[in-house]
């Protein structure tokens, strides 16, 4: 059993935030207590009766919920959390066989350290330890991906396969940013802010660079590359508690949505604001049967509920491992450009044969294995048809373990910082965005997939749970902001336990907020005349006394 349950106290001297160092101020410490012995608020149970775990040690990102326990799957859960840490691998056989021919990365804690949050780097590469970042490369003139390349770019590749952005060739540089308020607070106390800036030159990619416009594909040349194409960088969140937040139900999330639209412009592109309701619901009708479903996962809001989201999705789409419901290679958002141009590459047709044999060595694929190399990898690559490289009770027991995850019981809740951080985290209008808590519903299980029910999976029905996000898409108007500009809220729960499990501490998208202060900062942006959504509750913020906002920022490392 995973769990363990930590009684009393525990100081983390070495960590000192800049945002709260004072010579007169004790460190924080992350006391997580025992409810057995003490009656603690109900918002220190972060995930509610069933989906708490008081475990605040390194591993605390990683318990299982006591649904799970209650449900006889610890074993079940335990061999997802092994698939999940482990590296795919280019075998043709075992657990973590699979991998490529092209892929993100060769497994998921590359990106998940410590199951957290991505850690800020200086350089892209997709087998460096801890770099979360996935490529957003789309569009100047429409905001949308290009077309030859993956929506998550791949920049690895199994021989004799090319990588379709050669990463060698990508920079990333770190930028200082100003605001208006000149990086300093009324009282002297002063604060940095930085950006990434990434830039790939039109040498680094493999197949030509295709854009759509008015629904024809067009090629970008190397000479219009940089004025048409945009590139940011998106970090990993942390896995845990994802299965407390698809048991939200969509009617309250709904309703959430429908509280805010009087209020602040939401995006269009979802929501009709004039009918105050979904203009764009989540559906899958390859695998599925097409059923609607509230957004409610990923930054852009892209995914509906947790067994067809993004760790559902990543699972196939980062490795390239074939599963039954994905029999086919994630390549191309257009699904041929980068198969067109690996079928005339000489290098590729010299070693297909090989690689070809190890993958089919019964030829139970003849149409890989004619006499036309070329047309044979094009029919490789584009197959509908590969075999299932991961098993369906692999799988399930990924979805276990995804939907498993604990959250750490909040800290420091009985001491008075926590509770003055609590009150003037909500009067300054933060709360707004960072809802602080829900209720689940029923949680009946939702599968897009169509592969799993009730019985299937831990459930979480009318829990009280603290994630700290209102489930809705905001704008900050940040230079070189997040891809079309709307962001889901983050939920805030756990995040300050980063340091201690290993996962990257920083915050925002991309990791730009190396601090909770920055984060904040960042949060009061303008840019030509557009204000973010937050711009005001900033402003209240930096009219707090320091020891005011120490004790926000005190709050929010502790939740």
């Known amino acids: 059993m995973n769990k363990r349950i930590i009684i009393g106290g ?25 409810p057995t012995q003490i009656t603690y608020p109900e918002d220190y149970y972060a995930g509610g009766q069933l989906g708490t775990t008081t475990n605040n040690s390194s591993t ?102 090319k990588a379709p952005i050669d990463e060698s060739q990508i920079q990333l540089a770190w930028m200082s940013y100003s605001d208006e308020w000149g990086n300093k607070f009324d009282d002297g106390e002063t604060y940095s802010l930085t950006y990434p800036e990434v830039t790939i030159p039109a040498s680094a990619y493999y197949a030509p660079i295709m854009v759509q416009r008015n629904g024809v594909d067009v090629e970008i040349s190397a000479s219009e590359c940089a004025d048409n194409i945009g590139i940011r960088l998106e970090s990993t969140i942390g896995i845990y508690g994802t299965g407390l937040l698809d048991a939200i139900s969509d009617d309250d999330i709904t309703k959430q949505w429908e509280s805010e639209s009087p209020y602040v412009t939401l995006n269009p592109s979802l929501w009709d604001q004039a009918a105050n309701t979904w203009k764009s619901y989540y559906s899958n009708s390859k695998q599925g049967d097409g059923t609607k479903y509230v957004r409610r996962y990923t930054y852009a809001m892209s995914r509906g509920p947790v067994l067809d989201g993004p760790g559902a ?90 939907r498993g995850l604990a959250v750490p019981a909040a800290r420091n809740t009985t001491t008075e910082d926590f509770k003055a951080g609590k009150q003037l985290f909500s009067e300054i209008g933060c709360a707004q965005c960072h809802r602080p808590s829900w209720t689940t519903g029923d949680d009946e299980i939702h599968d897009p997939n169509l592969m799993f029910s009730n019985n299937d999976m831990p459930r979480y029905p009318h829990q009280k749970i603290w994630p700290y996000t209102d489930m809705v898409q905001h704008r900050l108007f940040m230079k070189n902001d997040i891809r079309t500009g709307w962001c889901r809220t983050t939920p805030l729960w756990g995040r300050g336990l980063a340091s201690k499990c290993g996962s990257g501490t920083e915050r925002m998208h991309d990791c730009r907020a190396r601090n909770v202060i920055e984060a904040i900062m960042w949060h009061g942006c303008s840019s030509e005349g557009a204000k973010s959504d937050a711009y005001n509750t900033v402003k209240k913020f930096r009219s707090l006394s320091k020891k005011q906002r120490d004790q926000i920022v005190y709050f929010v490392e502790s939740i």
Request: aromatic content about 12%.
């Open 313 to 402: 999705n990543a699972i196939w789409n980062i490795t390239n491992v074939t599963r039954r419901d994905r029999p086919y290679h994630y390549l191309d958002l257009a699904g041929k450009y980068y198969a067109e141009k690996s079928s005339k590459d000489p290098e590729v047709q010299a070693g297909f044969a090989d690689y070809i044999n190890l993958i089919d060595p019964t030829k139970s694929h003849p149409e890989w294995h004619t006499d036309n190399v070329e047309s044979n990898i094009k029919t490789y690559l584009t197959s509908q048809k590969l075999d299932a490289e991961m098993t369906d009770t692999q799988y399930k027991n990924l979805m276990i373990w995804h």
């Open 10 to 34: 525990f100081v983390l001297a070495s960590l000192t935030l800049a945002s709260c160092a004072d010579d007169n101020q004790d460190p924080l410490s992350w006391e997580i207590g025992d």
């Open 60 to 161: 605390a990102y990683k318990q299982p919920t006591l649904a799970v326990e209650s449900a006889g799957m610890i074993t079940a859960f335990n061999e997802g959390e092994y698939l999940f840490e482990k590296d795919f691998n280019t075998n043709t056989s075992g657990a973590f066989h699979g991998l490529g021919p092209v892929y993100v990365r060769p497994g998921c804690l590359y990106c998940h350290p410590g199951y957290g949050h991505g850690a800020r780097q200086n350089t892209y590469a997709a087998n460096l330890q801890r770099n979360g970042y996935l490529l957003v490369i789309y569009d100047k003139q429409t905001n949308a991906y290009i077309r030859s390349v993956a929506g998550m770019p791949q920049t690895g590749a199994v021989k004799p396969f």
